[in-house]
């Protein structure tokens, strides 16, 4: 602590803040030191405490709306915030002119809980582009709270993921509109079969025109759903636009205990062969675990050329390129399953922890 006690009197000339806890040094209280400071060139603030949140002794945080604790004093050019749920309690500063929101559990699964109205604010910052939400880090919203729809206006890039109540996914479909999203990436809890998708809303149309990019990773419907189809039609009208889609399946849950969405595509070009999901792809990626019956890649390939009349593309890990592929298709091997986060933003040094890290099926799985 007192190496960080002689940070706040500098504070005004940094553009970049790293506090990263090893979950053995107490760092929750130099927040308190951070109250009355001026950082006006502050553009990076990135703090992960590592601490479990005791609530008992702390209690909760019952504050409605974000209510900045730190930084108060003079402008603020936040673009960048990543925290960890605990951090998340304290080290709040202003984000009127935030641009990336990353909000993540932390070293230790921490009892605390960002509550709704707050991601809700998030969603409507006028400046905002990037959001990425990792593990049970939101609390659902209060009964008798009402939804609002929003106009993420600038938004380009979201993910979620890490948690098999997938509420906020279900908000971004269902209440969220956002013109210049590119990319949405849903990684579901591994080994799970829980809905990971939101019931289909009476709004229809996509709500998100510009829209290029779906990363699907370990997304399964309960097995027992009787209309479980339903739920991935929902995701492929809501996301109509996409030119590439890019599917992983890690888990080794059998196939008979869940429904995803290669078994989706199979079955629904079938029963409605003059209904195309995502009709717009080009490119569609598969990184998929052979413990679980999939199709062989050969098959796959076959499907997809049949499937989507704009394709041009396949990509599947090097140790399981088909050798037989449909003419005029290309195959090319898959080396990366997600993008950097953020996409396409350069940071003079950006974080390398990346909680939504995905492996290319190793060859001794590889279908």
Not at 118 to 143: D, H, K, M, N, Y
Not at 209 to 231: A, E, I, Q
Not at 300 to 320: G, K, N, Q, T
Not at 326 to 344: F, K
Request: proline share 9%.
């Amino acid at each position: 602590m007192l190496m960080l006690d002689l940070i706040p009197p500098h504070l005004h000339r940094l553009r970049r803040f790293v506090l990263h806890s090893d979950a053995t040094n107490f760092v929750l209280p130099f927040y308190e030191s951070l109250t009355g400071v001026s950082a006006p060139r502050l553009e990076h603030f990135d703090v992960s405490t590592g601490k479990y949140h005791n609530y008992i002794e702390e209690g909760f945080d019952s504050e409605p709306h974000w209510d900045p604790r730190i930084l108060m004093e003079g402008p603020l050019s936040i673009k960048y915030l990543r925290l960890d749920s605990s951090g998340g309690a304290k080290f709040r500063p202003p984000f009127d002119n935030l641009v990336h929101f990353s909000l993540h559990p932390g070293v230790a699964r921490l009892e605390l809980l960002l509550l709704w109205v707050c991601l809700e604010q998030v969603f409507s910052l006028p400046f905002i582009e990037t959001i990425s939400i990792w593990g049970p880090v939101i609390a659902r919203p209060e009964t008798g709270h009402s939804l609002h729809h929003i106009e993420a206006k600038r938004l380009k890039h979201f993910r979620v993921g890490g948690c098999s109540d997938q509420v906020v996914f279900s908000y971004l479909i269902n209440y969220v509109s956002a013109p210049l999203l590119e990319s949405i990436t849903l990684t579901a809890l591994s080994g799970f079969a829980y809905n990971a998708l939101a019931p289909p809303s009476a709004v229809s149309g996509s709500p998100f025109p510009s829209l290029k990019s779906l990363y699907l990773v370990d997304v399964v419907v309960d097995s027992s759903r009787h209309n479980w189809g339903v739920y991935f039609r929902h995701l492929a009208l809501k996301t109509v636009s996409i030119t590439h889609l890019s599917i992983s399946g890690t888990s080794t849950l059998p196939r008979e205990l869940r429904r995803d969405i290669v078994e989706f595509l199979e079955i629904d070009s079938t029963e409605f062969p003059q209904s195309t999901n995502w009709p717009n792809v080009e490119r569609v990626d598969f990184n998929l675990t052979k413990a679980v019956d999939y199709p062989t890649s050969e098959l796959l390939a076959l499907f997809s050329s049949s499937v989507w009349d704009r394709l041009s593309c396949v990509r599947f890990p090097s140790h399981s390129l088909p050798t037989n592929t449909p003419s005029g298709l290309a195959i090319e091997p898959l080396t990366e399953v997600l993008p950097d986060w953020p996409p396409n933003y350069d940071f003079p040094s950006p974080v390398l922890t990346n909680e939504f890290c995905v492996p290319v099926v190793p060859a001794s799985s590889s279908p």
